[in-house]
C-alpha cells in the first residue's frame, strides 16, 4: 500500500470529528484532499467531476475487533455490519462533494469528510451514479448505526 | 493487507470479464463471495442489508500507470479519473445487490461482479444510501470510459 495523499480536515481529535458523512455534512466545515506531487497527473481528467469516492487509511483504529458494540448500538454486530474504522483493513469509504480542484497543485477541496485531520488516503475514484447510487438500497438495521 | 475472503465468478479470463458493474448487471450472471472461518463472525446483523460495499485487492493489475489511454476513450487520462483495475493501490469498489445469505457458511450470493474468478476481498461494507447514494452526481467525462 502506498499513500496517494493526505486530509486536511478541521477535527482534531476524535470526541469532535463526526462519526459519518452524514454529520460530517451537517457540521458545513470544508476540507481539502492533498495529492503527492508524484501522482498529481494521475487527477487528469477529473476536473469535471461532482463527487468522488474517497479511500483512506484509518491508521489509528484497532484491526481486531470482528465484532462490536457500539455505544449507540441496541446490540453488538459484525465489523462487516458496521462503517465503524476499526475492521481488519483500516479503509474508509466516504462519498464527497468537490468544491474546488487545482491539478496542478493537487489540492481538491472537498465540501465535508469525517475523518481526522492528517489523515492518509490510499485511492480516488470518480463517484458514478449509474453504477454506484442506489437511492432505495435497503440498510435493514445494518448499518444504522455506522 | 489481510484478505478476508474470495469472490467466485463466472470470469476466468480478461477478455470476457465485464469491465464495470453495468456490463456484468446485463450479463446476468451471478457471483459468491466466499469469507475465510476467522471472519465470519463479523457477518454478524448484514443480513438485512440488500446492497453492499465490496473491496477487491485486483493482484494482476499494473500498479504504475499514472496516466493511461483507455482503447475506448478519445484521450488520456488521469488514473484517479477512471475506474480501471490499473492503480497504484489495487482495490476495487463493487457496489453489489445480495441475493443469498448464509452467515455461518461465510457465502454471499450475489446478482453479479464485474472481476475474475479467485479475486481477493480486503473489505465489505453496508450500502448506506443516505451517505452513499448521490443519483444526480456528475461525472461531466470522467469515468464515462471506466
Redesign the interface.
Known amino acids: ?2 499513500f ?1 495523499g493526505h486530509l486536511e480536515t478541521p477535527w482534531t481529535d476524535r470526541d469532535t470529528c463526526p462519526r ?3 454529520r460530517a455534512r451537517e457540521a458545513g466545515k470544508p476540507a481539502r484532499l492533498i495529492i503527492e506531487p ?2 498529481r ?11 468522488l ?1 474517497i ?1 483512506s487509511w484509518l491508521n489509528h483504529s484497532p484491526r481486531n475487533l ?2 462490536q458494540h457500539p455505544r449507540h448500538a441496541a ?9 465503524s474504522p476499526a ?3 483500516p ?1 474508509g ?1 466516504h ?1 464527497v ?1 468537490v468544491t474546488g480542484f487545482d ?1 496542478a497543485m493537487g489540492v481538491i477541496d472537498l465540501e465535508a469528510i469525517d475523518v481526522l485531520d492528517g489523515t492518509p488516503v ?22 444504522s448505526s ?1
Open positions: 500500500m502506498v496517494i459519518n458523512m452524514t508524484s501522482y497527473d494521475g487527477l487528469a481528467g477529473l476536473e469535471t467531476t461532482s463527487h469516492v479511500l470482528i465484532v446490540s453488538a454486530k459484525g465489523v462487516f455490519a458496521l462503517r475492521r481488519p483493513n479503509i469509504l462519498v462533494r491539478a490510499v485511492d480516488i475514484k470518480p463517484y458514478i451514479p449509474a453504477i454506484d447510487a442506489i437511492p432505495d438500497a435497503d440498510t435493514g438495521r445494518a448499518g455506522a
